[in-house]
């Protein structure tokens, strides 16, 4: 079996079947056998009574019947430790199947491993080779440099959106602010407005009532003197159709009252119409 075809059995014989990644608190259920993180199991528990079924081969268990595996949380932290190592030397194990000599060089240029007798082919002749470990350290500083400057600019967008957050607040409470003032600055003026509306229409009202009474009163003096004019007709006609000696008996006091009528003024009525300010 190859060496890391090895790591990653030893990898699946350390990993919850639930969380997929290495055992933190393992139990194993005794009725069956099957291992487990503790809060994996616990999560899976949905259940509200005492049961539990294994997420494995389908067991009905208890909870009380699992057993903390105390070897199996050591070995599983030790394991992780080993396997990446293992892991990441693994590269070392590599054979040049041109040259069946162990691939302890990295080529720049080609970014692929080779072997020391790589090296000195025409292929990679002006290349720039690099021992595996320091190649590795390489790499790693430039990816932890992509990282550095990923997490800066991560930050940076997180700090505008943050200030996004605070302009959003800003606009918003600026809007509230104005549209409180607008309304009370209109509110004032359709007060102002519905005052002087009020003042115009009780002008208009008090207009309208002066001048009826003026054409009431006008009509009064005019039925009067009408009523005076008829009089003195009806007079005059009565003498005109008199005997001569009444009719001259009369006519001082007919003209003196007619003279008397006819002086009367009758009166202009100036009616006053307001129009608008
Ligand atoms: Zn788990
Ligand atoms: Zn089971
Ligand atoms: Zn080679
Ligand atoms: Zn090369």
Redesign the pocket.
Known sequence: MEAKELIENLKAELTCSICLGYFTDPVT?L????TFCKDCLLQCDEQADATLT?P????VTRFSDTVPIKNLQDFSITGKTLIQKLLFSLPLLTTCDQHGEKEKLFCEQDQKLICGSCLLTQEHKDHQDLPLQMAADKCKKKLQETLNVLQKKDGELKAENNDMGKQEENANKHADLYKKLIRCEYKKMHEILYDEENEHLQKLNQDLEDNLAKVQTNKAILSEQIQLFQQMILEIEESLNASPFKMLQDMKGILERNEELRLQETQTVNLTFTSSR
């Not at 009725?31 to 099957?34: F, L, M, N, T, Y």
């Not at 494995?56 to 067991?59: L, S, T």
């Open positions: 259920a009725k069956c056998g099957h294994c494995e081969c389908k067991a």
